[in-house]
């Protein structure tokens, strides 16, 4: 079975749902995670969720911020900043950021998300490459996983292996599908504790990073959080993870495992 989440009438389920249940996040939610290349600490990223204010009106405001540490800073230092300005009652977002340092490639920008002014398309306002006419109710790269979390886990936790849910987002300036394929129920060991996660594999292009659709890995904690716990990159030079190491803010308690 397919799922395809970028449609007009996903407003009607985002309010209807968020009026009978209790949110799967909350602001303060802040998760640290440990970066691995192999067995060596390559960096950190955190992912952080604030209340702000955006032409006078409140928002969510995710942060993802990852940097290289160590040996790794010294050989290519690395501080990748993604931002999304995100409206609560739809959870679509309104402004997003991405600030990328890489060695010596730097690349800044800024779009912002007309969600409303037509009801069959979203207008994007990207100050590197203009406006752009997209899909209704688009995402960016960090208001799809909160909505995932949100709109999408908590009623549909019977799913069925193979099962894709795909979401369309706006990443890089263009046109981003992220079709995730569930795998299965999986534990995941941590350092925070052993956590049972639901699997997903985004389906990836083959081509100059990766040999395989099936090359990259998400754990989604399965209990009310369905928080991210572990991703995991299998590329041609290696593999690269990226593990919970700490949480604060949580709406509900981590699913640890009891010893």
């Known amino acids: 079975m397919k799922r395809f989440f970028c449609i007009t009438g996903i407003v009607l389920l985002v309010s ?18 440990n970066i691995q290349y192999g067995i060596i600490t390559a960096g950190t990223a955190i992912l952080d969720l604030s209340s702000d204010t955006l032409n006078g009106k409140e928002v969510f405001h995710s942060k993802l911020s990852s940097r290289t540490t160590g040996m790794a800073d010294a050989l290519f230092r690395v501080l990748d900043i993604y931002e999304s300005f995100i409206d609560p009652v739809t959870e679509l977002p309104v402004k997003s950021i991405r600030n990328i340092h890489e ?3 730097k690349k800044y920008n800024v779009v912002l998300f007309d969600q409303k002014t037509r009801a069959d398309s979203s207008i994007l306002n990207s100050d590197l490459t203009g406006i752009h006419i997209a899909p ?35 990443f890089c300036d263009e046109l981003y599908p992220i079709r995730l ?21 985004p389906v990836t292009e083959k081509g100059r990073l990766f040999k395989t659709e099936e090359d990259v890995s998400f754990w989604f904690s399965a209990d009310k959080n369905f928080l991210p716990v572990k ?29």
């Open 16 to 33: 209807t749902y968020t009026i009978g249940q209790a949110p799967s996040y909350k602001v303060g939610e802040k998760v640290t995670y």
């Open 103 to 105: 060695g010596r490639y």
């Open 136 to 170: 209704p109710q688009i995402h960016d790269i960090l208001s799809c996983f909160y909505f995932f979390r949100n709109q999408i886990l908590p009623i549909d936790t019977n799913l069925k292996t193979g099962e894709l849910t795909t979401i369309i987002t706006w």
């Open 181 to 201: 394929k569930y795998v299965g129920m999986d534990e995941v060991k941590t350092k925070v504790g052993k956590i049972m996660c639901y699997k997903f594999n």
């Open 231 to 259: 991703i995991r990159f299998d590329i041609f030079v290696g593999a690269f993870s990226c593990e919970i190491m700490s949480y604060e803010g949580l709406v509900y308690p981590l699913g640890i495992k009891k010893k």
